[in-house]
T-cell receptor, first 115, second 111 residues
Framework: DAGITQSPRHKVTETGTPVTLRCHQT?????MYWYRQDPGHGLRLIHY???????DKGEVSDGYSVSRSKTEDFLLTLESATSSQTSVYFC??????????????FGSGTQLSVL | GQQLNQSPQSMFIQEGEDVSMNCTSS?????WLWYKQDPGEGPVLLIA?????ELTSNGRLTAQFGITRKDSFLNISASIPSDVGIYFC???????????FGTGTLLAVQP
């Protein structure tokens, strides 16, 4: 298994509170991603990073921010959590060899409930 | 945005049966990937396809990159209980060259 650790694994919070999810990798991969998984929608990209301090938006980035101060860590922050952000969040990494496609390796996920 | 239509949404089969599922897109893709997600875990890559018409196997799993480059197929032969999970297709290419995931096929196998 790829060395990806997500924390926490489960989180319950209240509407309006800030929440930060952490992804830590030991593979030294350049690319890191945050996805959310919801029934009927599959996996949707929130934000991704292509290097330290280099990040970009995905298809569902509203209400989320990210930071990457070190190669191994990628943080996802919900500034003011809403019930619509209740979801399972997955971190993924890749070495970004474009000619071979983006083979992503996923963490075990964080179940977030916003009450 | 780009969408992948994955079917069927769910399958309930008996152990030993063969399984087929597919993904279709309105866009041409350069890469197709198939992932499996076990309950409570993240998706794990099963098979990667890079050429139109390519047929690749991984044990009892066989996947094909459609000739039109707009579809892909996954077959599982002689299913066993541990095949239970959600299977996702993912395609890369099109206007954005981003990886797009299908909505998943839930597979249940009855012993």
């Amino acid at each position: 298994d790829a060395g990806i650790t997500q924390s926490p694994r489960h989180k319950v919070t209240e509407t309006g509170t800030p929440v930060t999810l952490r992804c830590h990798q030991t593979e030294n991969h350049r690319y890191m991603y945050w996805y959310r998984q919801d029934p009927g929608h599959g996996l949707r990209l929130i934000h991704y990073s292509y290097g330290v301090k280099d990040t970009d938006k995905g298809e569902v980035s509203d209400g989320y921010s990210v930071s990457r101060s070190k190669t191994e860590d990628f943080l996802l922050t919900l500034e003011s959590a809403t019930s619509s952000q209740t979801s399972v969040y997955f971190c993924a990494i890749s070495d970004g060899r474009g000619a071979q496609g983006e083979k992503l390796f996923f963490g075990s996920g964080t179940q977030l409930s916003v009450l | 945005g780009q969408q992948l239509n994955q079917s069927p949404q769910s399958m309930f089969i008996q152990e030993g049966e063969d399984v087929s599922m597919n993904c279709t897109s309105s866009s041409i893709f350069n890469t197709w990937l198939w992932y499996k997600q076990d309950p409570g875990e993240g998706p794990v890559l099963l098979i990667a396809l890079y050429k139109a018409g390519e047929l690749t196997s991984n044990g009892r799993l066989t996947a094909q990159f459609g000739i039109t480059r707009k579809d892909s197929f996954l077959n599982i032969s002689a299913s066993i209980p541990s095949d239970v999970g959600i299977y996702f297709c993912a395609g890369q290419g099109g206007a954005t060259n981003k990886l797009i995931f299908g909505t998943g096929t839930l597979l249940a196998v009855q012993p």
